[in-house]
C-alpha cells in the first residue's frame, strides 16, 4: 500500500545568495515535496539572505565575474567585458534584466516555493552558527525557520535518499 | 481518444515552466475522487518526463501522454 512505504527524503543545504542561485534549491524542494517526499533545505552562509525577511525580496545577480551573463540589450548581442560589471548600477541592471526573464517565463517568486515547500511539509533550517556569524537573529527570519547547527541537519541527511550542496 | 468532458478537472499549464506544472498537477489530483481522471495541457517539453516521474513517484496512474502541436497532454488516474 501506498501509505505503508516509506518516504523517499531530499536534504538540501543553500550556500549562496544571489538570486540566481536561491531558485534551484526552492525548485527541487518544491518539486520533492509534490511528489510525496520529504525534503530540508538547510540555509547557511549567503543562504541564509533567502530565508531573511529583510533580504528575500532583494536578493541580487551580479554580472561580475559571471561570463554567462547576456547582453542586457538582446537587439545588441555584442558580450558585456566583465569588467564593466565594477561599474556602479550593473548589479541592479543585471538583477532587474534577471527578473524580468522571470517574468516572461512565469517563473513564480521565490517566496511562493517557500510557500509550497513549508505546506507540503518541507523544513527550512537556519544554520545557527551564519546566524552568529552575521549577527541575524530568529526575528529578522521568516515564519516557520528551525534554526539548527550541522549535527542536527546531518541526522536530518542521514536518512535521506538524495542530497545535494547549492 | 479521450475527450475533455470525460474528465473530472481540466488543469490548464500552458506556459509555465518547471516546477510548476507538477506543483499544480499535485494539488489537484487532490481535487478530484479515487478512480476519476484529470486532463491536465501543458507546454514545458520537460513535462514529458516530469509528469511520468510524478505519477510513478506518488503511485498515480499516467493513462495517456499525447503531443498536439506545441502542446502536451496528460490523463492521469488518481489511484489512492
Known amino acids: 500500500m501506498f501509505d505503508q ?17 536561491a531558485y534551484p534549491p526552492l525548485i527541487l524542494a518544491s518539486t520533492a515535496v509534490s511528489m510525496g517526499w520529504e525534503a530540508a533545505i538547510f540555509f547557511t552562509f549567503y543562504g541564509l539572505d533567502i530565508i531573511n525577511k529583510h533580504k528575500l525580496g532583494a536578493l541580487k545577480v551580479a554580472p561580475i565575474g559571471n561570463p554567462a ?5 538582446a537587439a545588441f548581442p555584442m558580450q558585456v567585458p566583465n569588467f564593466l560589471g565594477v ?5 541592479a ?6 527578473k524580468s526573464w522571470f517574468d516572461k517565463a512565469n517563473i513564480p517568486p521565490l517566496s511562493e516555493l517557500i510557500d509550497v515547500t513549508r505546506e507540503g511539509g518541507g523544513k ?3 544554520c545557527t552558527t551564519t546566524m552568529g556569524v552575521m549577527g541575524v537573529t530568529e526575528e529578522d527570519l521568516i515564519e516557520g525557520v528551525d534554526c539548527r547547527g550541522a549535527a ?10 538524495v542530497s545535494l550542496f547549492v | ?11 490548464d499549464c500552458k506556459n509555465l515552466l518547471c516546477p510548476m506544472p507538477i506543483i499544480k498537477l499535485n494539488a489537484a489530483i487532490d481535487q478530484i475522487g479515487v478512480g476519476h481522471t484529470l486532463v491536465m495541457f501543458a507546454t514545458d517539453p ?35
Do not use: N
Not at chain 1, 551573463?69 to 540589450?73: C, D, L, R
Not at chain 1, 541592471?93 to 534577471?98: D, E, V
Not at chain 2, 481518444?1 to 488543469?11: A, D, F, I, S
Open chain 2, 46 to 80: 520537460g513535462s514529458q518526463y516530469d509528469v511520468q516521474a510524478w505519477a510513478k513517484q506518488r503511485q498515480h496512474d499516467l493513462v495517456e501522454s499525447k503531443k498536439d502541436g506545441k502542446v502536451f497532454s496528460y490523463v492521469v488516474r488518481r489511484m489512492h
Open chain 1, 152 to 161: 542536527a541537519f546531518l541526522d536530518y541527511a542521514a536518512d535521506a535518499d
Open chain 1, 93 to 98: 541592471l543585471a538583477t532587474s534584466l534577471m
Open chain 2, 1 to 11: 481518444m479521450t475527450t475533455v468532458l470525460e474528465h473530472q478537472l481540466v488543469l
Open chain 1, 5 to 21: 512505504q516509506k518516504k523517499r527524503r531530499i536534504a538540501l543545504v543553500a550556500s549562496k545568495g544571489s538570486l540566481d542561485m
Open chain 1, 124 to 126: 527550512l533550517y537556519a
Open chain 1, 87 to 91: 561599474l556602479p548600477g550593473s548589479t
Open chain 1, 69 to 73: 551573463m547576456p547582453a542586457p540589450v
